[in-house]
């Protein structure tokens, strides 16, 4: 009787500390190129140190999410053709990788990207059972993981993702999006999403300007407005990556949002020259039903020559500075304060 009573104060004890539950949550991964076979980019070390200078971070949040650009393939697949071959990248990563994502911290990663199908569909079908067998949650396929519920520490997390693209869950249809995300509300604790989505390259990309945005005639969404559809819908935080550069954070009904968080480990075939290259970390704590508490924003960039970048962090701030100041353009009007040291607040 008084070890059962011993376990039942120990469980009420861990159910109690998650009262403040935190994320972590970063942009683009591409871990190195094993596509053209004779001109592969790989990392040295075979990509063991990839995460190595900001794992701590990413490890230390209840929940870690990020963008897998790319897929998961050791060899073969369709390699994608464009019209354009000077706009056309395929981004084909081995599949040992996987347990990079792993070691750093990560638990969800999104798939609704214009590069998940890069080698059509035995890219994605690989992808899914590596991702699986590494025992990541993944969700952004339509049809296939279109979303994922990830019950970890007695909290259930339900995990959405969006994208323009062929074969990903499109952010175009808000009735779908909407449903979807009204679903998983009703069977999560918290709900996730993460939307790839905006213009690309640049400066030009790193302005929220709540309106339609095109990349080479493509429509590639309002993120302003889709965040808060999402939220609308049941959303308690929308993280968004796809321009290549850091954007504005912003809060909405009390729930977090970033409209873009960038690269963060592009390896190689992805400009990181200037702001390319800043590589933040997201990190922010919410209650139990997904209200912003706190959060902070912690400052890498990725360095290295192609098949040698990683994310180190920077102790000049770059990317607190860059947040900062777009977020003050873009959303003057948002209750987050951002301080000189990347805490973010809620102003008073």
Not at 62 to 72: A, H, K, R, S, Y
Not at 142 to 170: M, Q
Not at 174 to 181: D, E, G, P, V, Y
Not at 192 to 212: L, N, Y
């Amino acid at each position: 009787m008084k070890k059962i009573i011993l376990c039942l104060l120990l469980a009420a004890s861990a159910f109690a500390a998650k009262d403040t539950i935190s994320f972590a949550a970063v942009g683009d991964i591409m871990m190195g190129l094993n596509w053209p076979e004779d001109a592969t980019s790989l990392p040295p070390q075979d990509g063991a140190l990839t995460f190595e200078s900001v794992k701590e971070i990413l490890q230390s949040a209840d929940i870690t999410i990020g963008n897998l650009e790319g897929v998961f393939l050791d060899s073969g697949g369709v390699p994608k053709k464009c019209s354009n071959p000077s706009l056309c990248f395929n981004f084909r990563m081995p599949e040992r990788y996987a347990k990079h994502l792993v070691d750093a911290g990560f638990d969800l990663m999104s798939v609704a990207n214009n590069h998940v199908g890069d080698f059509g569909e035995p890219g994605r079908t690989a992808t899914m059972r590596v991702l699986k067998g590494a025992g990541l949650g993944f969700a952004g396929l339509e049809g296939l993981a279109e979303t994922y519920v990830l019950e970890k520490d007695g909290i259930r997390y339900g995990f959405a993702a969006f994208a323009p693209n062929n074969a990903t869950v499109r952010f175009h249809d808000a009735a779908k999006a909407k449903r979807l995300i009204s679903e998983l509300k009703a069977k999560s604790d918290i709900v996730i999403v993460s939307m790839h989505i905006g213009t690309e390259g640049g400066d030009g990309a790193s302005r929220v300007s709540r309106k339609t945005e095109m990349f080479h005639s493509e429509n590639r969404g309002n993120p302003y407005e889709f965040a808060r559809l999402a939220i609308d819908a049941g959303a308690d935080m929308v993280f968004g990556h796809g321009p290549h550069v850091p954007r504005a954070i912003d809060l909405y009904k009390g729930k977090f949002i970033a409209y873009s968080l960038g690269n963060f480990a592009t390896n190689a075939g992805i400009s990181i020259s200037g702001i390319s290259g800043y590589a933040p970390i997201v990190k922010i704590k919410t209650d139990r039903k997904g209200n912003f508490l706190e959060g902070e924003i912690f400052s890498a960039i990725q360095k290295g020559e192609r098949g040698a970048r990683r994310p180190i962090l920077d102790s000049a701030g770059v990317c607190i500075k860059r947040i900062k100041e777009l977020t003050e353009l873009d959303i003057p009007e948002t209750k987050l304060l951002i301080s000189e040291n990347g805490k973010i607040s809620v102003k008073e």
